[in-house]
């Protein structure tokens, strides 16, 4: 329970610690320069957690602690742009830039070339991020340029996004435009867990910073490597705009913004179309996309004189690399078998260098894809690296087919293990129906049982799997726990030492909670978040084994492929058996019994709208479902109550149009003191 009343002193504790996170995250995130440590940083946002949780009148809009994510969306809201977010003409190469300026400057009646800014063209997402007295308010997508998308608590997540603005002279109405992006090492990161948990992976990284930032649940945004860059402005009120691009630029970075430490002022025509070149040279060696440069009249005045034409402004143009493309030979197609059975097709190919990389392998994804190609062994394809990152197979070159050319055949079995194919109807997936009988899909749901989302043993890497699975010392996940010292000192590169440390691992992972058991048994599906639901909505696995479809729907977050997929893996036998061999191997977790039927609130559809003073959203929505609530997002005929806080919205005008019964939150507070003693 919080606290009655924060003391004095605490309050000035809160609001030290905000100051000087706000101030870390500067001179890490703007001045590439911290100060302390990342177990310091964390030690200082855990005391003001502490704080605020215990003094929720002290959370404040722009302290750290939003950062973590809120309660999932229905729907983002729309915004209306103040000032239009207007996309860019693009210009490829040194003779389309001597095209542009010679158009700037017969527009100005310059005779010789103004100071331009040129900076990288980040390739992410365009956002607005709108400022009132210096804290932050809303954000928003880019959208058709007029409206866009209210993705505020996604971009809350984001620690380069400062949630309080710094240093002085701040405009008590500012919107800051810029990109949001996907570093490439973090995309690479992101990608490795998805796979490795049998979830889909992002094509690149853009369309992962896209995917990242239109999550109707922020808590998985807060999860995601993202970055911002500040790059100009939309609405200005109340402070005098500076004379440049460039002045602009270093009054957002003293603010705490961003921006790109590439950027540069050109004097003259060359100076530009040298910073693309040389642009162009550095790109294979940064850590994130780009596809170009962004070149801007320096003179705000001159932006302002020089206006637009359709949709773009005149006083700005993006010089766009050229794709970075090679071809070689497609030499033979291997198919893997991943751990719930799907066959990759994967392209085997003559080496090539492109994007600063050999590239061997590339994914030819699914038979949908390889018919789209019309790929065939043999072909000339013509290959670039998606995102810079991923190899990626582009198109055929017809023309050069040789006389020779194998169709690519799906096999009619399983490579690893024979067992018969499967393709469901409306998917473009082929499968294995061997389960653990394939070696392959074996190996693949011990690596993922091993993970550390799930029962995170340390120390059973992929050559001890390998081991472990071809002299059959393990059929099953359960199996590991019957290892013994000898047999795992018997295998490559095993001392006796490491053997006992593998094996203390194993012991650790006994003791273990529900939604890690869940996600660890590998169902279709089932990420870290629907596990940690379904745990949440059940309380035990016996009343989640025994659910049907229709009882799993009613799970947040669980439709009808998932909801068949849970009920069809406890309806297996051999699944059950698996599952009864680890408890009889003493994995184990606390859990908490529930008879749904029986909760005071069972079989009710709560909302909640507006602000609650004295409960978290997260909080709020977790005693309903405690008391076997269903909390929705958005109000219907079936809603059976409303809790409104505060500056409650159209949710509180639909449901008293539908005459939804509605509570206050005093009203709300004392049902839930009523129902649970506290």
């Known amino acids: 329970m919080p606290d009655a009343a924060a003391p004095p002193e605490l309050a000035r504790e809160a609001e030290l610690l905000r100051v000087q996170l706000h101030h870390h995250n500067i001179c890490y995130y703007v001045e590439d320069n911290p100060r302390i440590s990342d ?28 950062r973590v994510g809120a309660t999932p969306l229905a729907a983002f809201a729309p915004v209306r742009h103040a000032v239009p977010m207007l996309s860019l003409d693009n210009a490829f190469g040194a003779e389309e830039l001597r095209d542009f300026d010679r ?10 070339s103004p100071d331009y800014v040129c900076e990288p063209k980040f390739d992410g997402l365009a956002v607005s991020l709108r400022y009132q007295d210096g804290v932050f308010v809303r954000g928003a997508t880019r959208g058709d340029g007029e409206t866009g998308e209210d993705i505020s608590a996604n971009l809350r997540t984001l620690a380069s996004i400062p949630l309080r603005l710094a240093g002085a002279a701040v405009p008590p109405v500012l919107e800051v435009r810029g990109e949001v992006y996907m570093p490439l090492r973090g995309f690479a990161e992101l990608n490795a867990r998805a796979e490795k948990s049998g979830e889909k992976t992002f094509v690149n990284p853009r369309n992962a910073a896209a995917g990242s930032l239109r999550q ?8 995601r490597p993202l970055r911002f860059c500040a790059y100009g402005l939309g609405q200005v009120e109340g402070r005098e705009e500076p004379d440049t691009q460039a002045e602009m630029l270093a009054r957002l970075r003293t603010w705490g913004f961003p921006v790109s430490p590439l950027l540069t002022v050109a004097a003259t025509l060359d100076e530009v179309i040298a910073y693309f070149e040389r642009l162009g040279a550095l790109r294979a060696g940064l850590d994130y996309a780009i596809d170009g440069a962004v070149i801007k009249v320096n003179c705000l005045d001159f932006q302002r004189q020089l206006g637009f034409v359709a949709r773009a402004p005149r006083a700005m143009i993006a010089c766009k690399f050229p794709a970075e493309e090679a071809t070689t030979t497609l030499l033979d197609v291997e198919f893997q078998v991943g751990r719930t059975g799907v066959l990759t097709p994967v392209a085997r190919l003559r080496p090539v260098f492109v994007g600063g990389v050999t590239v061997a392998n590339a994914t030819l994804h699914n038979a949908d894809e390889i018919a789209r190609l019309d790929a065939r062994i043999g072909d000339t394809l013509v290959v670039r690296r998606a995102g810079d990152v991923i190899p990626q197979v582009v198109r055929v070159v017809g023309e050069l087919r040789p006389p020779q050319a194998r169709a690519i055949v799906f096999p009619d079995a399983c490579p690893v293990c024979q067992s018969p194919l499967e393709r469901t109807p409306g998917e473009a997936a082929v499968r ?34 390998e081991q472990l699975v071809d002299r059959d010392l ?34 650790r992972s006994r003791e273990t909670t529900l939604p890690r058991f869940l996600f660890a048994l590998g169902i279709r599906e089932v990420g870290q978040a629907t596990a940690r639901a379904l745990a949440r909505h059940f309380g035990t696995l016996d009343a989640l084994a025994a659910a049907d479809v229709e009882q799993l729907l009613q799970v947040r977050d669980v439709g009808p492929v998932v909801a068949e997929h849970v009920a069809g893996f406890f309806a297996n036998a051999d699944n059950r058996a698996v599952v009864a061999a680890l408890r009889a191997a003493g994995v184990d977790w606390p859990e908490q019994p529930v008879e749904v039927s029986a909760l005071p609130l069972a079989g009710q559809t709560w909302v909640l709208t507006g602000t609650l003073e004295h409960l978290p959203r997260d909080q709020a929505r977790e005693r309903l479902e405690a008391l076997g609530a269903t909390v929705a997002g958005s109000v219907s005929a079936r809603t059976h109550t409303v809790v409104a806080g505060a500056k409650a919205g159209s949710k509180l005008e639909r449901a008293r149009a539908l005459g939804v019964r509605v509570l206050d ?10 129902n649970t003693g506290n």
Not at 433 to 451: D, K, M, P, W, Y
């Open 103 to 112: 158009r700037v400057r017969e527009r100005l009646g310059l005779d010789t």
């Open 474 to 507: 393990v059929t099953t996940v359960a199996d590991l726990y019957r290892l013994e010292r000898a047999q795992l000192a018997g295998l490559d590169r095993m001392a006796e030492k490491s053997a006992d440390n593998l094996l203390a691992a194993i012991a």
């Open 216 to 223: 109707l649940d922020s808590r998985i945004t807060a999860t």
């Open 665 to 674: 939150e005093a009203e709300f507070m004392a049902l839930l003191q009523y």
């Open 39 to 66: 177990a310091e940083y964390d030690s200082l946002l855990r005391r003001l957690q502490d704080i605020e949780n215990r003094h929720p009148d002290l959370r404040t809009a722009d302290s750290p602690t939003q």
């Open 432 to 465: 294995c129906t061997g389960g653990l009988v394939c070696r392959a899909q074996r190996r693949e749901s011990i690596r993922h049982f091993a993970s550390r989302g799930a029962l995170d043993i340390e120390g059973l890497g992929d050559k001890i799997i």
